[in-house]
């Protein structure tokens, strides 16, 4: 399994970002896929999830903000980050589960910062 994280960047406060995460597969194989971000000294936390069945969980943090979706076609999960705040600042991973098994893309950088 691959995911191939990407579109992370510099962006102002109050601006958006998308993170696409393309998989290997065919994603309707994966039970789960999501975001997570981790900040220095901080453990990695959940962002947003979307279940194969379309189910989504959002941190509370982000939610109203961010919108996870999907693209068979494409094999993609998006991120849609809108209204960012300093404190989203963060490196982003992608992560899907197969099997019980769970994996992790590279990672992106976001940085919200005027």
């Known amino acids: 399994v691959q995911l191939q994280a990407s579109g992370g960047g510099l962006v102002q406060p109050g601006g958006s970002l998308r993170l696409p995460c393309a998989a290997s597969?065919?994603?309707?194989?994966?039970?789960?896929m999501g975001w997570y971000r981790q900040t220095r000294g901080k453990q990695r936390e959940l962002v947003a999830t979307i279940t194969t069945g379309g189910s989504t969980n959002y941190a509370d943090s982000v939610k109203g903000r961010f919108t996870i979706s999907r693209d068979s076609a494409k094999n993609t999960v998006y991120l849609q980050m809108n209204s960012l705040k300093l404190e989203d600042t963060a490196v982003y991973y992608c992560y899907a589960e197969k099997w019980g098994m769970g994996y992790w893309g590279k990672r992106t950088q976001v940085t919200v910062s005027s």
């Open positions: 597969g065919t994603i309707a194989s994966f039970a789960r």
